[in-house]
């Protein structure tokens, strides 16, 4: 696992790991990116953009909601794990996936989303946090 | 066109300076280039493609960063289809450009498009070649074309919307639209013309480089318009009309710079392609239709020209 997470970090001057298939189709374990992580602190794997979360996280309550539908939505294998920090183009959400998920969502949570709010969603927390802004507008 | 001299002097391979742990591929078929009004497509079908070892083959041939994107996708078969498609790309270039597929280097647009970035060869010329990809999860396609921006966009015959067909255009697409598959009295072929006008709609944002967050759907209208245009012998037209994109708030006014074609491919797929015109030529002033060229390949094992087989086929241009 550690000389697999250096190859992906380090300079392309070293041999590239050669990749052998052993079980099913990649031989490669999913890399985790929290466990690069803790192994390279200083490095960020992918530039992630800066948002901030004006208010409290979502509730779990509502992530679970929202995985559920996505989950629905893309068809996904039932051994999918899908989390808050899961971004909808790494689910292989193409452009009507999303339109979709934004009309479950709001059927779901009895909401309306503006589309340039929908523009701003790439992770399934940023969609929980979202709703719980709208679901609290709505009542407040 | 100082590349064309310049051609005979390209190696095959020209990777010299990296550690290659795996045998070499075989080489790739090389590609003409795409003539003008003509868009070259490469479709690949992952359930065919059965050897491990292949995509050991096509991860070698990705950049540290395309790799950890491939990697970051969720679950295996994503990966797959993320590996396929950059594999896909790379190759396909490398047909025409007549180099080893690793020496691409990609850079994305301001609107996340991505497009070769060729200023890192400064040795030689290289062809002035668009590209765009688009996936399902059971085929992936690849259009080329030269010097001119094109989209391409393709989506499963069979797919289905989980909500209402009348429901997702009123809210996405024009009001001429709506009004259209109004009139289709049945639910299934409502589906599938929303289907397809989700492709050619899909396909001309991404041929201005913009996607679908860049350019709302709701702006603007693609339809069919009675046109002048001679039939060529041979091929399938029903009737002498072609696909038009036109502004909402400027009907009537054609966006005559994009050309389109809309078929069905490989019997499962509806595909779209949108190119623009080439405004310095005179033929492209006559309205004359896109050209289509397609190739079934699968990169380093097989490649198959299916242009004029059923493969493609109820071309709409």
Same mark, same amino acid.
């Given at each position: 696992m550690a000389s697999i997470?250096?190859?992906?970090?380090?300079?392309?001057?070293?041999?590239?790991?050669?990749?052998?298939a052993v079980n099913g189709i990649f031989g490669l374990k999913s890399v985790s990116i929290s466990s690069l992580k803790r192994s390279f602190p200083s490095i960020r794997l992918q530039p992630t953009p800066m948002h901030f979360r004006v208010c409290c996280a979502a509730k779990p309550e509502t992530v679970q909601k929202v995985c559920g539908i996505v989950k629905k939505q893309l068809a996904l294998p039932e051994d999918t794990t899908i989390t808050g920090e899961s971004k909808f183009s790494a689910l292989g959400a193409d452009s009507l996936d999303t339109v979709e998920i934004v009309m479950g969502l709001e059927e779901a949570f009895d909401i309306g989303v503006e589309e340039e709010s929908a523009q701003s969603i790439s992770t399934v927390q940023d969609a929980a946090d979202l709703i719980e802004k709208l679901v609290a507008a709505k009542s407040g | 066109m100082s590349w064309l001299l310049r051609r005979n002097m390209l190696p095959l391979h020209s990777n010299s300076l990296a550690r290659r742990p795996l045998a070499s591929p075989p080489p790739l078929l090389p590609a003409p280039l795409p003539s003008p009004r003509e868009t070259h497509l490469w479709?690949?079908?992952?359930?065919q493609l059965k050897d491990a070892s292949l995509l050991n083959q096509y991860m070698d041939l990705l950049s540290p960063c395309e790799r950890q994107?491939?990697?970051?996708?969720?679950?295996?078969?994503? !990966?797959?289809?993320?590996?396929?498609?950059?594999?896909?790309?790379?190759?396909?270039?490398?047909?025409?450009?007549?180099?080893?597929?690793?020496?691409?280097?990609?850079?994305?647009?301001?609107?996340?498009?991505?497009?070769v970035e060729w200023n890192k060869y400064d040795l030689w010329a290289p062809p002035p070649l668009q590209f765009n990809i688009s996936h399902?999860?059971?085929?992936?396609?690849?259009?080329?074309?030269?010097?001119?921006?094109?989209?391409?966009?393709?989506?499963?015959?069979?797919?289905?919307?989980?909500?209402?067909?009348?429901?997702?255009?009123?809210?996405?697409?024009?009001?001429?639209?709506?009004?259209?598959?109004?009139?289709?009295?049945?639910?299934?072929? !409502?589906?599938?013309?929303?289907?397809?006008?989700?492709?050619?709609?899909?396909?001309?944002?991404?041929?201005?480089g913009r996607g679908f967050s860049g350019a709302p759907f709701k702006d603007f209208t693609i339809r069919l318009e009675a046109s002048n245009s001679k039939q060529v012998t041979g091929e399938s037209k029903s009737d002498a009309s072609r696909?038009?994109?036109?502004?909402?708030?400027?009907?009537?006014?054609?966006?005559?710079?994009?050309?389109?074609?809309?078929?069905?491919?490989?019997?499962?797929?509806?595909?779209?392609?949108?190119?623009?015109?080439?405004?310095?030529?005179?033929?492209?002033?006559?309205?004359?239709?896109?050209?289509?060229?397609?190739?079934?390949?699968?990169?380093?094992?097989?490649?198959?020209?299916?242009?004029?087989?059923?493969?493609?086929?109820?071309?709409?241009?």
């Open positions: 997470s250096a190859t992906a970090i380090s300079i392309p001057t070293r041999p590239r790991h050669s990749l052998q | 479709y690949v079908v992952p359930d994107s491939v990697l970051r996708m969720n679950g295996e078969r994503l !990966q797959k289809g993320a590996l396929l498609a950059r594999a896909l790309v790379r190759t396909t270039l490398a047909r025409y450009c007549r180099v080893s597929p690793k020496s691409f280097k990609f850079r994305k647009n301001r609107f996340g498009k991505p497009e399902t999860s059971t085929m992936i396609a690849c259009g080329v074309a030269l010097d001119l921006p094109i989209g391409v966009d393709i989506e499963e015959k069979q797919r289905k919307t989980r909500n209402n067909i009348l429901s997702l255009a009123r809210r996405y697409f024009s009001p001429v639209e709506v009004a259209y598959l109004r009139t289709l009295a049945d639910l299934e072929s !409502q589906r599938h013309e929303f289907i397809r006008l989700w492709t050619l709609k899909e396909a001309y944002v991404k041929a201005l696909i038009v994109v036109e502004a909402v708030d400027h009907p009537g006014i054609l966006m005559n710079r994009w050309h389109f074609a809309l078929f069905e491919l490989n019997n499962s797929h509806y595909a779209a392609v949108c190119m623009e015109r080439d405004v310095k030529d005179p033929a492209d002033r006559e309205n004359n239709s896109l050209k289509l060229e397609v190739w079934r390949t699968l990169p380093f094992v097989e490649d198959e020209c299916v242009t004029e087989t059923a493969a493609v086929k109820n071309i709409i241009r």
